[in-house]
């Protein structure tokens, strides 16, 4: 049932496209697995070997710690509607922090050179490996919409308030290891 390809094709570009969530999945020796649930609002393909997601500010950073220490990241979709299937992205993420160079180009790009409420990083992925597998399990849900919560938090924290957060709570993971991450 599962299927490699070695670059993102035409149908894994529609699959992508159609989904509502995408969760990251990463790990370094001797830490704990990380799974992170995502909105594929910020999810964003490059070419035919790499994606991007702007990630925004929260109260952890372990993507960027393990990314720093190991390199290994996986993105995986699921179709919660309509036909079933699992699509996972495998290959080495990079981190690109706000005021880089790679950061402001990301933006421009997809957001018109404006920055979201609570952004703190780009995540890229270098994609080596696509795999489908047939997603059979995989439950039935409905899409009701994006939660505010957290851009409503952001913006009552100012962009003061969330350096001094992004400080206390970003710099190093739940593990102990550093995240690489620093503000402009």
């Not at 990463?26 to 990630?55: F, K, Q």
């Not at 919660?80 to 080495?92: A, E």
Request: charged share 20%; aromatic share 10%; hydrophobic share 40%.
């Amino acid at each position: 049932m599962a299927k490699q390809f070695f670059t993102i094709g035409d149908r894994h570009r529609d699959f992508i496209a159609a989904q509502k969530i995408f969760f990251t999945g990463s790990c370094a020796a001797g830490a704990r697995v990380n799974i992170s649930p995502r909105s594929t609002e910020h999810l964003h393909l490059l070419g035919p070997n790499a994606v991007a997601y702007l990630d925004l500010t929260g109260s952890g950073s372990e993507t960027a710690a393990h990314v720093k220490a190991e390199g290994a990241l996986t993105l995986m979709l699921c179709a919660f509607d309509g036909p079933p299937s699992i699509l996972r992205l495998y290959g080495q993420g990079r981190i690109a922090f706000r005021g880089t160079p790679d950061y402001r180009d990301f933006l421009d790009r997809f957001y018109g050179g404006a920055e979201p409420a609570g952004a703190r990083q780009i995540v890229f992925l270098a994609v080596d490996l696509v795999q489908t597998s047939c997603g059979y399990a995989v439950p039935l849900f409905d899409h009701v919409g994006e939660r505010p919560i957290l851009d409503r938090w952001a913006k009552a924290k100012g962009e003061e308030g969330l350096r001094a957060y992004r400080a206390e709570k970003n710099a190093v993971s739940l593990d102990g290891l550093p995240t690489g991450f620093r503000e402009p």
